[in-house]
């Protein structure tokens, strides 16, 4: 079983920032995919940005220039550092990790969320 824990999120002003991170831990053998998630309240899960294991990334077109993802593959943790935020932004981020467990089972594992709020 792999565990996630999120940490970072909070309430900022417009044009602040925060840098949010996710744990992974259990019993894991390698990592394929690291992401980042975020729903807003009616609206469905989309992902914000990813990165996998050849340090490849992909951003969602509206976060662009502002958000940086990265990944520290000893401490099996994935950071998204968010500049220059919008009310926009505003939404509940979930971590989200793929990857093999020593079992040799496939695994896609979620954090619990966290609260990202961008108002004056």
């Known amino acids: 079983q792999v565990q996630l824990v999120e940490s970072g999120g909070g309430l900022v002003q417009p044009g602040g920032s925060l840098r949010l991170s996710c744990a992974a831990s259990g019993s894991i053998f390698t990592i394929y995919f690291m992401g980042w998630y975020r729903q807003a309240p009616g609206k469905q899960r989309d992902l914000v940005a990813s990165i996998i294991s050849s340090g490849s990334t992909n951003y969602t077109d509206s976060v662009k220039g502002r958000f940086t993802i990265s990944r520290d593959n000893a401490k099996k943790t994935v950071n998204l550092q968010m500049n220059s935020l919008k009310p926009e932004d505003t939404a509940v981020y979930y971590c989200?990790?793929?990857?093999?467990?020593?079992?040799?089972?496939?695994?896609?594992?979620w954090g619990q969320g966290t609260q990202v709020t961008v108002s004056s």
């Open positions: 989200n990790v793929r990857g093999r467990m020593l079992s040799l089972r496939d695994f896609i594992s």
